[in-house]
């Protein structure tokens, strides 16, 4: 395989005229210039230049190949001399986030353009293990880390909501005592075709243990690993679900799905913002922290 430096080296020595001239200029030795010339040469199998005591002529071939070399390394030159500037004029950050809470929320409030941004999205137990590998800066998570190398701020607070589809029939309890409208009311769910982010109902357990003290006995209709999309098939009639308010008060406020219960004891969760102890006083992060908490 030929090394691209081999070629680098063939057309310094061209345009300067000189081995010594070319390993200045490519911050390399005589000796290494040498080699990769000689390479070459062994490689095409001709001499690409005449050694003069004052000045390395090209011969013919080696004025063709670099006819139709210069224009492929110049640009090639050109590319990394743009993402060099790149990379030091805007600085990337890279942050693990939920895509529901990235799309609705995190999006409208990082307009800093002073950096580059690479997003990852995954539930926040992997995005930690990125993290605390390194292959994150900073983690939107809806979890507080349980590990000592970590400090977090919150973020903001996220209420889980019973909606279902606008035409949904609900049942009337009124004229039953507080109890039995509960007891009825949970018969009623039970019944009812559930749509899920995860298989181990993780909202819904935790709605179920705090509205009626038990477990839930149901088996979901549809597992989908998508908020966005168990909204729509929530609208489109597939099911009810527990859906984050900042997600759903869209469609609420325009009838495309309703509010299914609203006495009972509501779920919430809190979104941290999560980095590295040792990244403390990085101003990248203290900057997007900023923007983060912002009101939106």
């Not at 009124?174 to 509960?182: A, F, G, T, V, Y």
């Not at 549809?222 to 999309?229: D, K, R, S």
């Not at 909204?231 to 406020?253: H, M, Q, R, T, W």
């Not at 941290?272 to 939106?296: G, T």
Request: with cysteine; aromatic share 12%; charged share 25%.
């Amino acid at each position: 395989m030929v090394n691209l430096e081999w070629y680098r080296s063939f057309v310094a020595i061209y345009k300067i005229g000189t081995i010594t001239g070319a390993a200045e200029a490519l911050y390399m030795t005589q000796p290494g210039v040498s080699q990769h010339l000689s390479a070459l040469e062994t490689l095409m199998g001709r001499k690409l230049f005449i050694r003069t005591p004052r000045k390395m002529v090209p011969t013919e071939y080696g004025k063709e190949l670099y006819s139709q070399l210069i224009g492929a390394i110049e640009g090639l030159e050109r590319v990394e001399q743009k993402f060099k500037r790149i990379s030091k004029e805007l600085p990337l950050i890279r942050i693990g986030t939920p895509l529901e809470y990235f799309h609705q929320i995190a999006l409208h409030k990082l307009k800093n353009p002073i950096y580059r941004f690479w997003f990852q999205f995954d539930i926040t137990a992997k995005l930690i293990e990125k993290l605390e590998k390194g292959d994150l800066d900073i983690v939107i998570a809806t979890q507080k880390p349980d590990k000592k190398d970590f400090e977090f701020t919150k973020l903001a607070d996220e209420s889980f909501l019973l909606v279902g589809a606008s035409d949904i029939l609900l049942p009337n309890f009124k004229k039953s005592k507080r109890d039995e409208q509960n007891n009825l009311f949970e018969h009623w769910l039970t019944n009812q075709k559930w749509i899920t982010y995860d298989a181990n109902l993780p909202i819904i357990r935790r709605f179920w243990l705090e509205n009626f003290k038990k477990r839930p006995n149901i088996q979901p209709a549809m597992v989908i690993p998508n908020l966005h999309a168990i909204k729509k098939a929530v609208e489109l009639g597939f099911g009810i679900s527990l859906l984050p308010d900042y997600l759903c008060s869209g469609e609420l406020n325009r009838g495309r799905i309703k509010m299914l219960w609203k006495g009972g004891t509501a779920i919430k969760n809190e979104i941290f913002l999560v980095y590295r102890k040792i990244d403390r006083n990085n101003e990248m992060i203290w900057q997007i922290k900023a923007e983060l908490l912002k009101s939106r």
